[in-house]
């Protein structure tokens, strides 16, 4: 159970950080376009 992780799973789990970021700062950059331009927050 204590054996260090492989170079894959490394990977694996970095780009799946990658992808839920990009998600995250897509949704942000989406409120940041409609609070300004729709609800004319700002």
Not at 18 to 38: E, I, P, R
């Amino acid at each position: 159970m204590n054996q260090p992780l492989s170079w894959r799973v490394i990977v694996g789990y970095s780009l799946g950080d990658v992808a839920n970021n990009f998600a995250f700062a897509m949704g942000a950059l989406f409120l940041l376009s409609y609070y300004t331009d729709v609800a004319g927050v700002g």
